[in-house]
T-cell receptor, first 115, second 110 residues
Framework: DTGVSQDPRHKITKRGQNVTFRCDPI?????LYWYRQTLGQGPEFLTY????????KSRLLSDRFSAERPKGSFSTLEIQRTEQGDSAMYLC?????????????FGPGTRLTVT | GEDVEQSLFLSVREGDSSVINCTYT??????LYWYKQEPGAGLQLLTY?????DMKQDQRLTVLLNKKDKHLSLRIADTQTGDSAIYFC??????????FGAGTTVTVRA
């Protein structure tokens, strides 16, 4: 069990550019979550998948954000036309398997800086 | 999040016990969690408690839940320098979304 992995760990981009992040969950977990964390705050829920189905999206997830989990394994989060307010740590978590859906295990995060 | 509140800072001497407090507003919360975050890292699940319990112990960690007052606490016995981190309280009222507090920064001094 290698845990949840995220790539890249850091991304610096110019305002207006598109960025895509990847998350690989723990292999037997069928649920995958995306959260956003800004400095000095706790993570805020963005969206989650059960297998390949996206079941819930927060109002924080504007039209510029899209998440996919095409085969029910890894997931991508894309931000189009980035804005400075998108600068944050994007965290992925997964749950399921023997531990049950109530235990969410987080990856190391992708830190996005929009200049 | 606004539904979960924590004090921002705690300083504790090495070897003493730490107690981190949290209050939440939603009485329908079913699970309550404690996560630990070290600088530049993701969140590590420390422990969680189901809302029909009032205490859970796991090695050096003790969680106490007062459902009437909507108060959750985490006690760390024999606090070590490696316990220095930000501790987040979180609640879940459904089975997918965690709502986090702003975190308590714990500093362990020698």
């Amino acid at each position: 069990d290698t845990g949840v992995s995220q790539d890249p760990r850091h991304k610096i981009t110019k305002r207006g550019q598109n960025v895509t992040f990847r998350c690989d969950p723990i292999s037997e977990h069928n649920r995958l979550y995306w959260y956003r964390q800004t400095l000095g705050q706790g993570p805020e829920f963005l969206t989650y998948f059960q297998n390949e189905a996206q079941l819930e999206k927060s109002r924080l997830l504007s039209d510029r954000f899209s998440a996919e989990r095409p085969k029910g394994s890894f997931s991508t989060l894309e931000i189009q036309r980035t804005e400075q307010g998108d600068s944050a740590m994007y965290l992925c978590a997964s749950s399921g398997g023997l531990a049950g859906r109530h235990e969410q295990y987080f990856g190391p995060g992708t830190r996005l800086t929009v200049t | 999040g606004e539904d979960v509140e924590q004090s921002l800072f705690l300083s504790v001497r090495e070897g003493d016990s730490s107690v981190i407090n949290c209050t939440y507003t939603d009485s329908s919360s079913t699970y309550l969690y404690w996560y630990k975050q070290e600088p530049g890292a993701g969140l590590q699940l420390l422990t969680y408690i189901f809302s029909n319990m009032d205490m859970k112990q796991d090695q050096r960690l003790t969680v106490l839940l007062n459902k009437k007052d909507k108060h959750l606490s985490l006690r760390i016995a024999d606090t070590q320098t490696g316990d220095s981190a930000i501790y987040f309280c979180a609640e879940s009222r459904n089975d997918y979304k965690l709502s986090f507090g702003a975190g308590t920064t714990v500093t362990v001094r020698a």
